[in-house]
C-alpha cells in the first residue's frame, strides 16, 4: 500500500514540479529523484551477485532536524556543506533527470577530511542530467549513520530518511562534442570539494578503439604534472578543462577526465565526433545547350567529407514543376577515395543523351550528410536544340565548289605531266 501512494505521491510532487517549470534547482525545496539500491548475495556457484532494486525517492534540500515531504518514500535530506550541489545545477527543473545511487570505496577505509566525517561513514552519488545534452553532475552525498556499522553497505529500507552533506562535485558541461578538422575545442571538466588542499589527482584520457591514452595529469601532493592541455592555475579553482589544438580524425573518442579524492574517484566521459561537412561542384554551369545527338558526361564531386556515409542522388524535373522529382537510375559512382588528412570524396557520374523532349529540364546533384543541417543541392538547366539545317547546307555547298575547284585545277596539271612524259619517251 505504501508502495502505491509513494507512486501516487510522486507523480503528483513531479507535475508539481512541472508546474514550476520555469524555476531552477536553486529555487525548490525537493524534487523526486529515483533511489537505484544494491544487494550484493551469493549465488549457487558461491560467486557475489548485485541485484538492482529501483525505489521511489526525494531529494530534500534544508537543515539538520527536518521531515521529510513523504515518509512513505527513501529521503535524503541534503544540509549546507562547503559544497552547495545546486549552484553547479543550471536550468529549469522539468529539463532534469535526477539518480541516486549508492557508492563504495572499493574497500578503503578513511575518514573524509570535512567537517564531521567519520570512517564508518557511507557514501552516495546523485547524478544530474539535462535532457538536452547541456551538462552531467554528479554529486558524492555523506551520510554518517546513527550507530558504526560493521560494513559500508547498510540495508536501506523503503521509507528510509538519510541525512546527508555534499562532499564533492564534478561535472562536465560537454557531454558530447561535435566538431570539424582543425579546430580547438574545450572540453569542460569541473569540480568542487568541502575541503582545502584535499590530496587530489587530476587525469585526462583518450579511450579510442580499444586502446587507453594518458593526455594529462596532476597531482597536488607534489605538484607535477605531465601533458598538456590542461591549466593547472585553473585546477586550484576547480577548473580542469581540456584544450584541444587541431583536431584531425583521430582526435575522436571518449575523453575521460577524473577526479581522485581519496576515498572518493568521480569521472565523467565526453564524447568528441568529428564530422566534416563536403564540398560539392558539378562540372557544367548553371546552364547546358545541347545539339541534338550529342551527349554529355556530366559528374557531381563531393569532396573532404568525414565520416564516410555520403548519400549523392541526380534528380530530374521540368523548370517550375510542382511535382516530386525523378530520381536518376542509371548514375554511375567511384569508390570512396582517402584523402591524406583523413577525409574522402566520392563522384556520381551519368551519360547526358538528351532528346528534344527533355530540353527544359533541370538536373540536380544532391548531396546529403551527417555534417549537414540541409542537403547541398547543385542544379542546372538543359536546352537540347536541333541541328541547324542552313549551315549543314553551306557547308556541303562549300565542300562541293572546293572538289570542283580541285579537280579544274588538277586535270590540267594530269594532262601537263603526261604529255612531257611522252615526250621523254621519245
Not at 525505489?55 to 534540500?61: A, E, R
Not at 527533355?358 to 538536373?363: A, F, I, Q
Amino acid at each position: 500500500m505504501s508502495v502505491v501512494f509513494g507512486g501516487l505521491f510522486l507523480a503528483v510532487l513531479a507535475s508539481a514540479v512541472c508546474l514550476c517549470g520555469s524555476q531552477s534547482l536553486r529555487d525548490v525545496q525537493w524534487l523526486p529523484c529515483p533511489f537505484v539500491d544494491e544487494s550484493i548475495s551469493l549465488n549457487e556457484e558461491g560467486h557475489r551477485e548485485t541485484k538492482y532494486h529501483h525505489k521511489n525517492g526525494v531529494l530534500q534540500f534544508g537543515v539538520l532536524g527536518d521531515r521529510p515531504i513523504n515518509p512513505d518514500v527513501v529521503t535524503f535530506l541534503v544540509i549546507t556543506s562547503k559544497v552547495d550541489m545546486r549552484r553547479y545545477v543550471e536550468g529549469n527543473v522539468d529539463m532534469l533527470q535526477c539518480e541516486i545511487r549508492r557508492y563504495s570505496t572499493g574497500g578503503i577505509v578513511m575518514r573524509w577530511p570535512g567537517l564531521g566525517a567519520q570512517e564508518h561513514d557511507i557514501w552516495f552519488t546523485c547524478t544530474f542530467t539535462h535532457t538536452e545534452g547541456q551538462f552531467i553532475t554528479t554529486t558524492f552525498l555523506r551520510h554518517t549513520p546513527a550507530q558504526e556499522a560493521n560494513q559500508d553497505w547498510i540495508q536501506i529500507s523503503d521509507r528510509e530518511h538519510l541525512t546527508t552533506s555534499a562532499a564533492m562535485v564534478i561535472l562536465t558541461r560537454t557531454p558530447k562534442v561535435v566538431v570539424g578538422l582543425m579546430k580547438d575545442p574545450t572540453l569542460s571538466c569541473q569540480f568542487a570539494v568541502d575541503h582545502k588542499q584535499a590530496n587530489m589527482t587530476v587525469e585526462w584520457r583518450l579511450q579510442r578503439r580499444g586502446e587507453r591514452t594518458k593526455l594529462f595529469s596532476y597531482f597536488t601532493r607534489t605538484g607535477k604534472s605531465e601533458g598538456s592541455g590542461v591549466s593547472v592555475k585553473a585546477i586550484g579553482v576547480g577548473d580542469a578543462s581540456l584544450k584541444l589544438s587541431h583536431t584531425t580524425y583521430a582526435s575522436e573518442g571518449t575523453y575521460v577526465c577524473s577526479v581522485l579524492v581519496p576515498p572518493l574517484y568521480g569521472s565523467h566521459d565526453i564524447q568528441l565526433n568529428i564530422q566534416e561537412a563536403p564540398r560539392v561542384s558539378v562540372n557544367v554551369g548553371s546552364s547546358l545547350s545541347l545539339t541534338l545527338g550529342m551527349d554529355q558526361k556530366v559528374m557531381c564531386d563531393a569532396e573532404g567529407y568525414y565520416p564516410l556515409d555520403v548519400n549523392i542522388e541526380w534528380l530530374r524535373e521540368p523548370v517550375g514543376s510542382s511535382f516530386l522529382p525523378e530520381i536518376l537510375k542509371n548514375v554511375l559512382y567511384s569508390s570512396h577515395r582517402h584523402n591524406k588528412d583523413g577525409t574522402f570524396s566520392l563522384s556520381a557520374f551519368f551519360m547526358l543523351k538528351p532528346g528534344l523532349e527533355d530540353s527544359g529540364y533541370k538536373y540536380t546533384c544532391r548531396v546529403t550528410h551527417q555534417a549537414l543541417l540541409t542537403p547541398i543541392r547543385k542544379s542546372f538547366t538543359l536546352t537540347v536544340s536541333e541541328q541547324d539545317s542552313t549551315l549543314w547546307y553551306i557547308t556541303v555547298v562549300g565542300f562541293i565548289l572546293v572538289m570542283i575547284i580541285l579537280l579544274f585545277w588538277l586535270i590540267p596539271q594530269l594532262i601537263a605531266a603526261k604529255k612531257r612524259s611522252e615526250r621523254k619517251a621519245f
